[in-house]
């Protein structure tokens, strides 16, 4: 199984709600990220985890709450979310995050915020 | 830090003809890959081809192959025969620790 998943494939939510997203790999990688990709512009990191541990949270606003239940799930809570968030979130994993190897990514969730 | 250049934002190609996708890096680093990815549109990101920087031979993946100039660091992609389905959005990317990606470049294939 070379492939990550991700659910939901839509998601339109008002700014008041609170929704989650999910990842899921069975590669055995070690290392899963989140991504957030507007239109026509390159994927931008928001979070790294390493071995179920967040390593890299790159100045994202705390109504993105990552969560690494265990090495082949990742999840992001969203709350109170505003309209410039709509975007493509993309999910990737990689055998560890110190690997130079190419990260594998899910098709993403695409999220519209009203 | 690490910086990736693509300056062609958008390119066209007839079908069946080659295509030449350009990348430049900015790295003080020794050891790192180098990627290309290919984002159809509305479809998922999905890697090409890669390039380890200690190899000094060029990858090649089928009609897909890279131009790798370490001490001009330089990783440009053909694509050879062209086909519909390689209309995209190509994506360059560099790793040590961290993945960097280029801008894009958007490949219009025409029949």
């Known amino acids: 199984d070379t492939e990550v998943t991700q659910t939901p494939k839509h998601l339109v939510m008002g700014m008041t709600n609170k929704k989650s997203l999910k990842c899921e790999q069975h590669?055995?990688?070690?290392?899963m990220y989140w991504y957030k990709q507007k239109a026509k512009k390159p994927p931008e990191l928001m979070f790294v985890?390493?071995?179920?541990?967040?390593?890299i949270n790159e100045s994202v606003p705390s109504r993105f709450s990552p969560e690494c239940p265990n090495s082949s799930l990742l999840n992001l809570h969203l709350h109170a979310l505003q309209p410039e968030d709509s975007a493509l979130y993309l999910c990737?994993?990689?055998?560890?995050?110190?690997?130079?190897?190419?990260?594998?990514f899910g098709p993403g969730t695409r999220l519209t915020v009203l | 830090a690490q910086t990736v250049t693509q300056s062609q934002p958008e390119m066209s190609v007839q079908e069946a003809e080659t295509v030449t996708l350009s990348c430049t890096y900015d790295t003080s680093e020794s050891d790192y890959y180098l990627f290309w990815y290919k984002q159809p549109p509305s479809r998922q990101m999905i890697l090409v081809i890669r390039q380890e920087a200690y190899k000094q031979q060029n990858a090649t993946e089928n009609r897909f192959s890279v131009n790798f100039q370490k001490a001009a660091k330089s990783f440009s992609l053909k694509i050879s025969d062209s086909q519909l389905g390689d209309a995209a959005m190509y994506f360059c990317a560099y790793r040590d620790n961290d993945m960097r990606f280029g801008a894009g470049t958007r490949l219009t294939v025409k029949p």
């Open positions: 590669m055995g990688h070690r290392a």
């Open positions: 990737a994993s990689t055998t560890g995050e110190t690997s130079l190897n190419e990260q594998f």
């Open positions: 985890y390493s071995y179920e541990k967040l390593s």
